[in-house]
């Protein structure tokens, strides 16, 4: 037999609230005049963030190839280069965040998201290792590749330049990936080799000489999105944009979204305090407040209307009169 406590036998101390009328109705007023402020300042803060999206993987295709996209994104010797123009909407402040967008791109499905080796990406020992990465493990004669996998295949190539007026625009494409990534999933002696080397190129084109840890476009894609529309960071532009800015993009249209109906959209974005341009979390908070707020004055009238005491048998099942059932 064990030993005898109150631990084994549940009888420690215990708090066992009872939920009142008046504290189900008070924590219900307390919820909503918590929530219903945040979610209003998280909407206003959403809304001082200014943002500007240019789909452009319809708009770059040649006039007389719109019937056939696919032949234009798969021929070599058609050039890629496309210019579109932006107008600044209301002036942005720096940092100006510069995100590509993908459409109909599902890099969460489960044979992509398992086509990685991170041992081969974190260890230059373990470049042989390429387990998981069907169907891009290997090239012809065997050789590994490094990175392996669908994911590394297919890395976004589109690229992009700014000016307005006679004055480049730089973008700074340092420190977008997250610091953790990069010192701890990619190696710093762990070098591209063998990579986009087949008959089939599903993206760009790694450095060789660059070490992974440093190949920060790759890091970025790398870490693969939970929805079919993302956005991934591109670079930063630290120069404040003024209204009515007109700002010339010079734009490689390298990247194939034709074959499956995906889209391609370039996004330039302020911040806040809160991040980027997201209303559903302000909503989110603003609806579930007014809703603790309803449900708290539809008990506090169903308390007065009809009052019921606390504890009262009479109202168990067994010890009601089988007429008022």
Not at 295 to 300: G, K, M, S, V, Y
């Amino acid at each position: 037999m064990p030993k005898y406590s109150k631990f084994t036998q549940q009888e420690l101390p215990a708090c066992k609230p009872i939920l009142t009328p008046k504290w189900v109705v008070s924590v219900f007023f307390l919820v909503g005049i918590i929530f219903v402020p945040v979610g209003v300042v998280s909407l206003l803060a959403a809304r001082d963030v200014v943002e500007i999206v240019d789909r452009y993987d319809d708009a770059c295709v040649p006039a007389n190839m719109t019937d056939n996209k696919l032949a234009y994104i798969q021929n070599p010797n058609i050039s890629k280069d496309c210019t579109r123009t932006l107008t600044i909407t209301e002036d942005m402040k720096q940092p100006i965040f510069v995100y590509y967008q993908l459409d109909n791109f599902y890099q969460n499905h489960r044979r992509y998201v398992k086509s990685r080796n991170d041992g081969q990406l974190r260890d230059a020992a373990k470049a042989n290792q390429t387990s998981a990465c069907e169907p891009e493990k290997t090239t012809a004669d065997g050789k590994p590749i490094v990175p392996c996998g669908l994911i590394a295949w297919s890395l976004f190539n589109d690229t992009y330049s700014f000016t307005r007026g006679n004055e480049n625009l730089t973008v700074d494409k340092k420190d977008i990936s997250w610091k953790s990534d990069r010192e701890h999933k990619f190696g710093k002696n762990v070098y591209p080799s063998n990579f986009q080397n087949g008959l089939l190129k599903g993206g760009g084109t790694l450095d060789p000489a660059i070490p992974l840890s440093e190949q920060e476009d790759l890091i970025v894609w790398m870490r693969t999105a939970a929805l079919p529309t993302f956005r991934k960071l591109y670079g930063r532009i630290y120069v404040d944009l003024k209204k009515n800015d007109t700002i010339t993009v010079r734009l490689s249209n390298n990247y194939n979204t034709y074959n499956f109906g995906g889209k391609k959209k370039l996004v330039l974005s302020t911040a806040t305090w809160l991040g980027g341009k997201n209303d559903f979390l302000g909503f989110a908070y603003v609806i579930v407040g007014g809703l603790c707020f309803f449900l708290a004055f539809a008990f506090t009238l169903l308390y007065f209307i009809k009052p019921r005491k606390l504890g009262d048998h009479n109202y168990l099942s067994w010890n009601r009169h089988p007429a008022g059932r």
